[in-house]
């Protein structure tokens, strides 16, 4: 079993920087296909970005692209979201997310039926 622990959530303002890490534990963290979802007060979950093995391959919500990036450290099991020039509407629950085996990148941003959850960390913007 996974268990995944988020941080770094917290208030800030319009424009400002945060950066969320998530920690893995349970399993070898290189073997794990990580994500970012968040949700929104009265919104359903939704994609943040995806971040492949070795980080070689990563993918951003068209939300996002451009301002937040995901990295990754395999020695220390921990992915990271680096999020910059912050908006309201960024605000919201982050998840991290991890799956064991990849069945494609439609199937991630779903977010359906991936192995592990974090229990998220929020995020307030304010403006």
């Known amino acids: 079993q996974v268990q995944l622990v988020e941080s770094g959530g917290g208030l800030v303002q319009a424009g400002g920087s945060l950066r969320l890490s998530c920690t893995a534990s349970?399993?070898?963290?290189?073997?794990?296909?990580m994500g970012w979802f968040r949700q929104a007060p009265g919104k359903e979950r939704e994609f943040v970005s995806v971040?492949?093995?070795?980080?070689?391959?990563?993918g951003y919500a068209e939300s996002v692209e451009g301002r937040f990036t995901t990295t990754r450290d395999n020695f220390k099991n921990t992915v990271y979201l680096q999020m910059n020039a912050l908006k309201t509407e960024d605000t919201g629950v982050y998840y991290c997310?991890?799956?064991?085996?990849?069945?494609?990148?439609?199937?991630?941003?779903?977010?359906?039926?991936?192995?592990?959850w974090g229990k998220g960390t929020l995020v307030t913007v304010s403006s």
């Open positions: 971040i492949t093995l070795t980080g070689e391959g990563i």
């Open positions: 997310a991890a799956a064991g085996d990849w069945r494609g990148d439609s199937w991630f941003r779903s977010g359906q039926d991936i192995d592990f």
């Open positions: 349970g399993r070898i963290f290189s073997t794990l296909y």
